[in-house]
T-cell receptor
Framework: AQSVTQLDSQVPVFEEAPVELRCNYS??????LFWYVQYPNQGLQLLLK??????LVKGINGFEAEFNKSQTSFHLRKPSVHISDTAEYFC????????????FGKGTLLTVNP | NAGVMQNPRHLVRRRGQEARLRCSPM?????VYWYRQLPEEGLKFMVY????????ESGMPKERFSAEFPKEGPSILRIQQVVRGDSAAYFC?????????????FGNGTRLTVT
């Protein structure tokens, strides 16, 4: 069975600073990888996804993530954050090509301070 | 184009009562998924439905929980005889095709509190 580990439960940063949110997964088969964002009292919004192809994936709002198969990681990055990026970020994995069941990490709360 | 609509947004039930959560998928979507988010946890898959069919309910607790997606109307997640451990956020998602062709679109969730 696959699992997802988000290494940081909270990440505080200052506005305009770069940020990296870490995600590692475990799976014995190929996977699809996703990052979702959840703003307070809202549902999850897809930021970006990796299905195949280029390991560097660009998403909405200036976020990007890099798939590293050897390190089984899919870290999320943004070069300069805004206060509006304050939210909970979830990494998720599904078994590639065959599974609709997403396995989510516990989330990382990103707090951007002025 | 409205997104996935869930209601109510907040639901309070006493122990032993029934909770009914509703989900209307995005227009044109025929696949519905229910997920549960317990406090301090990530979302966990519960059930996958298409119109009038349960495709996969492997994530549903064996007792008290049921789900349906009738030919007409919203999908319903029903929890009978609720207990405090059922307090969570319940999210519905939908997609137009098989999952690997399109990502899931999530609703804003129903936050169930059992007192």
């Amino acid at each position: 069975a696959q699992s997802v580990t988000q290494l940081d439960s909270q990440v505080p940063v200052f506005e305009e600073a770069p940020v990296e949110l870490r995600c590692n997964y475990s799976s014995s088969v190929s996977v699809y990888l996703f990052w979702y964002v959840q703003y307070p009292n809202q549902g999850l919004q897809l930021l970006l996804k990796y299905l195949s192809g280029s390991t560097l994936v660009k998403g909405i709002n200036g976020f990007e993530a890099e798939f590293n198969k050897s390190q089984t990681s899919f870290h999320l990055r943004k070069p300069s954050v805004h206060i509006s990026d304050t939210a909970e970020y979830f990494c998720a994995v599904s078994l590639g090509g065959s599974n609709y069941k997403l396995t989510f990490g516990k989330g990382t709360l990103l707090t951007v301070n002025p | 184009n409205a997104g996935v609509m869930q209601n109510p947004r907040h639901l309070v039930r006493r122990r032993g009562q029934e909770a009914r959560l509703r989900c209307s998928p995005m227009k044109g979507h025929s696949h519905v998924y229910w997920y549960r988010q317990l406090p301090e946890e990530g979302l966990k898959f519960m059930v996958y439905l298409q119109k009038e069919n349960i495709i996969d309910e492997s994530g549903m607790p064996k007792e008290r929980f049921s789900a349906e997606f009738p030919k007409e109307g919203p999908s319903i997640l029903r929890i009978q005889q609720v207990v405090r451990g059922d307090s969570a956020a319940y999210f519905c998602a939908s997609s137009p095709l098989g999952f690997y062709n399109s990502p899931l679109h999530f609703g804003n969730g129903t936050r169930l509190t059992v007192t």
